[in-house]
């Protein structure tokens, strides 16, 4: 490890904080954008889905600003769910997201789950992308994705390894 501070630094935080709130409504906005307001952009997250035993939600930071976050939240006893993976557009390509889904997946573990999933859409090219890197592999579609051709699932057997 290195012994100098890291520019990108990670920490817990309660989702309904100003600078989380924030970072979650600037996802919500841009998937609307993106898909043309023909879907809400929440991704069937509410903050009250990661306070919960066993969840949790993080942020990003360069230097005192807020640019990236994510949360897990419970699905079965061994599956986690991870939701709300964003990084602001102006940090995006420094590998933060990497930096938050390891995170994410190392915090699940810890907390006792042995698989993460998670739903993306098909216009999420970079998501995928960064889902398929890290090891993500398509499952069916579960839960409210079921039936649902624009929802793309995805999951991960989590352990040890890789860290």
């Not at 817990?12 to 989380?20: G, K, L, Q, S, V």
Request: aromatic share 10%.
């Amino acid at each position: 490890m290195p012994s100098e501070p890291s520019e990108f630094e990670i920490s817990r935080i309660d989702p309904r904080a100003p600078e989380a709130a924030a970072l979650i409504s600037a996802m919500t906005a841009e998937v609307k954008a993106v898909y043309d307001h023909k879907i809400d952009g929440a991704g069937n997250f509410k903050p009250e889905d990661v306070l919960v035993p066993r969840s949790g939600f993080i942020v990003g930071r360069v230097g005192d600003r807020a640019v990236a976050c994510g949360g897990f939240r419970p699905l079965a006893p061994t599956v986690a769910e991870i939701k709300r993976m964003f990084v602001m557009p102006e940090f995006r390509g420094r590998g933060y997201s990497k930096e938050i889904l390891t995170t994410l997946e190392r915090m699940a573990f810890e907390s006792g789950y042995s698989t993460a999933w998670l739903e993306t859409r098909p216009l999420q090219r970079a998501a995928i992308a960064l889902y398929e890197q890290m090891g993500y592999a398509r499952i069916p579609n579960y839960g409210v994705y079921e039936g649902k051709q624009e929802g793309l699932c995805y999951g991960k057997e989590l352990g040890a390894s890789g860290e």
